[in-house]
Nanobody, 117 residues
Framework: QVQLVESGGGLVQAGGSLRLSCAAS????????MGWFRQAPGKEREFVAA????????RYTDSVKGRFTISRDTAKNTVYLQMNSLKADDTAVYYC??????????WGQGTQVTVSS
C-alpha cells in the first residue's frame, strides 16, 4: 500500500503562485510514476502533470505548460507541483496519485486551490 498526503493548497490571486506537496509513505515508490490531477466543480477529473520517481518522463497537460513544474525529492519521498501565473481556470481540487503500471491506483485526499480573478 502507498499512502499519499497532499498539502499546500489555498486561496491566491490571479497571477500568483502556489506549491503543492505530496508526501508518499508505505511501500517504496522508487518504481512508480507520480501524477497530479485536478477536478473543478461540475467537471471531470483531468490530468495535470506526471513524473517518474526516477526523475524522467515528465509530462504536462497543454494548459499548464510553461506555468507549472513537477518535481520530486527522493530524500523526502515528496513530489511537488510548483504553480506560477495562476488563472481562475486553475481553480480545482488537486490530487496526487501513484501508479506502477497502467492505472493510477493510489490517490491522496486532495487539496483545494482557489484562484481569485
Amino acid at each position: 500500500q502507498v499512502q499519499l498526503v497532499e498539502s499546500g493548497g489555498g486561496l491566491v490571486q490571479a497571477g500568483g503562485s502556489l506549491r503543492l506537496s505530496c508526501a508518499a509513505s508505505g511501500r517504496t515508490v522508487s518504481d512508480y510514476t507520480m501524477g497530479w490531477f485536478r477536478q473543478a466543480p461540475g467537471k471531470e477529473r483531468e490530468f495535470v502533470a506526471a513524473i517518474k520517481w526516477s526523475g524522467g518522463s515528465i509530462r504536462y497537460t497543454d494548459s499548464v505548460k510553461g506555468r507549472f513544474t513537477i518535481s520530486r525529492d527522493t530524500a523526502k519521498n515528496t513530489v511537488y507541483l510548483q504553480m506560477n501565473s495562476l488563472k481562475a481556470d486553475d481553480t480545482a481540487v488537486y490530487y496526487c496519485a501513484a501508479k506502477r503500471f497502467v492505472q493510477y491506483n493510489y490517490w491522496g485526499q486532495g487539496t483545494q486551490v482557489t484562484v481569485s480573478s
